[in-house]
T-cell receptor, first 117, second 114 residues
Framework: NAGVTQTPKFQVLKTGQSMTLQCAQD?????MSWYRQDPGMGLRLIHY???????DQGEVPNGYNVSRSTTEDFPLRLLSAAPSQTSVYFC????????????????FGEGSRLTVL | AQTVTQSQPEMSVQEAETVTLSCTYD???????LFWYKQPPSRQMILVIR??????QNATENRFSVNFQKAAKSFSLKISDSQLGDTAMYFC???????????FGQGTTLQVKP
């Protein structure tokens, strides 16, 4: 049982480059989300999705795009990387609370450390 | 907007002793969940304990328990019989019911000393 899988685990980019962080889950979770973790600031929500074809912005969406074409995958795209996007990124998923799933528990991937030079 | 505050950036405790991590939150919602997540050096986020706001009884999970004071908007985590494996960063988090969106505190780094 793989759970939530993120790739790559480490990435170094130059300013202005683009890249996609991949996230896949095999638990048939409706809800998926992306967080970034910065020292002293906890984790902050970037974007989230409550199901295939539906996405919405979180606290810090600027500079990031997402799409949700399937239930399993939720990629995060950086179109033009900036040094301020140096961070550790976490993908998380959960059952839909509306569907009566376990109340609120998020399952996290192992994180992706991104450095933008 | 909801906020979560952890006022203790770092704490330490001797092995086998008890330690309490503090968390306060601010919300106008009445229906929500509160969580404590653990992040060891491996970086993996692990759910420690969950509390539903409508439940008055404090949640417990083995050596971990919470003191949930709804009126004071306080949600502290008590770790009993601390073990070396408890060394980690601990995050308090808030979720408005049905949204699935977590609001995290800044984190408390806990070191358990032998």
């Amino acid at each position: 049982n793989a759970g939530v899988t993120q790739t790559p685990k480490f990435q170094v980019l130059k300013t202005g480059q683009s890249m996609t962080l991949q996230c896949a889950q095999d638990m048939n979770h409706e809800y998926m989300s992306w967080y970034r973790q910065d020292p002293g600031m906890g984790l902050r929500l970037i974007h989230y999705s409550v199901g295939a074809g539906i996405t919405d912005q979180g606290e810090v969406p600027n500079g990031y795009n997402v799409s949700r074409s399937t239930t399993e995958d939720f990629p995060l795209r950086l179109l033009s990387a900036a040094p301020s996007q140096t961070s550790v990124y976490f993908c998380a998923s959960s059952y839909s609370i509306l569907a009566g799933g376990p109340a609120g528990e998020l399952f996290f991937g192992e994180g992706s450390r991104l450095t933008v030079l | 907007a909801q906020t979560v505050t952890q006022s203790q950036p770092e704490m330490s405790v001797q092995e086998a002793e008890t330690v309490t991590l503090s968390c306060t939150y601010d919300t106008s919602e009445s229906n929500y969940y509160l969580f404590w997540y653990k992040q060891p050096p491996s970086r993996q986020m692990i759910l420690v304990i969950r509390q539903e706001a409508y439940k008055q009884q404090n949640a417990t999970e083995n050596r971990f328990s919470v003191n949930f004071q709804k009126a004071a908007k306080s949600f502290s985590l008590k770790i009993s019989d601390s073990q070396l494996g408890d060394t980690a960063m601990y995050f308090c988090a808030f979720m408005k019911r049905v949204t699935g969106k977590l609001i995290f505190g800044q984190g408390t780094t806990l070191q358990v000393k032998p």
